[in-house]
């Protein structure tokens, strides 16, 4: 067997089926959110409403995805103009006062339901990084390129929830365990089912008590 097809693909059916509903849903029940905050961003500071990033997708043993993740913008519109892609620090100057209440509430993630649509991205898995970040990771921590070998990366996730936001190595040497760990609750459907609910369980309460960074 590929080694990518480790997941069966009962689970590859619900999981998109899965996706596909909670976007749908969300988009429709969120929708009305998306002007309001769009004129905030607005006026709060220059630039673009969305902002977009390429970012690292699924992996196969063929090739790698490279795709275009969209988030409401939370930072200056020239955040990374002089340092190139650097992480995105708890007291990070470069984010707008708006940016920082859409980061907290993780509002500035809604976009990505579009890229769930596309399907870039699934509602829950490992996070997507950038591939500007790649080569550092990649030498720093064994098994990091396996972490979305055949899981698209996720909105929200075991790792993300549980540690919340990467800004040093270590801490991203912790996600990668964590994102292995939710790879092998795939093996069947009542496993992914559960995990999948717990998961979106505690990043509703990450919401709710705005613990995002």
């Given amino acids: 067997m590929n080694k990518t097809n480790f997941i069966p693909s009962s689970v590859q059916l619900c999981k998109r089926g899965f996706d596909l509903i909670s976007a749908g849903i969300a988009l429709l029940l969120l929708s009305p959110l998306f002007p309001i905050l769009a004129l905030l ?3 709060d500071s220059p630039g673009p409403i969305i902002f977009k990033q ?3 997708g699924q992996v196969t043993d063929r090739y790698v995805s490279f795709f275009w993740m969209y988030k409401f913008r939370s930072m200056r519109e020239d955040a990374e103009e002089k340092s190139g892609p650097v992480w995105a620090s708890a007291t990070d100057t470069r984010v ?4 920082k209440f ?25 996070r997507p990084e950038r591939p500007g970040m790649y080569p550092q990771l990649e030498n720093a921590i064994p098994y990091f390129t396996e972490r979305t070998y055949g ?3 996720g909105v929200t996730g075991m ?4 540690q919340g936001y990467t800004d040093t190595v270590d801490q991203a040497r912790d996600k990668v365990a964590f994102d292995h760990a939710y790879a ?9 089912f559960k995990t999948d609910l717990r998961i979106l369980w505690m990043t509703v309460s990450v919401v709710v008590l705005k613990k995002g960074q």
Avoid: H, Y
């Avoid at 707008?96 to 940016?99: H, P, Q």
């Avoid at 509002?107 to 490992?126: A, R, V």
């Avoid at 092998?184 to 992914?192: A, I, K, N, R, T």
């Fill in 41 to 43: 961003i607005k006026l």
């Fill in 184 to 192: 092998l609750s795939l093996f069947d459907v009542l496993s992914w």
């Fill in 54 to 56: 390429q970012r690292i």
């Fill in 96 to 99: 707008t006062k708006i940016g």
């Fill in 159 to 162: 790792a993300q929830v549980l």
């Fill in 102 to 126: 859409l980061r907290k509430t993780r509002l500035d993630e809604l976009p990505q339901l579009i890229n769930i649509i596309k399907g870039d991205m699934s509602l829950i898995g490992p």
């Fill in 151 to 153: 899981v698209r990366p």
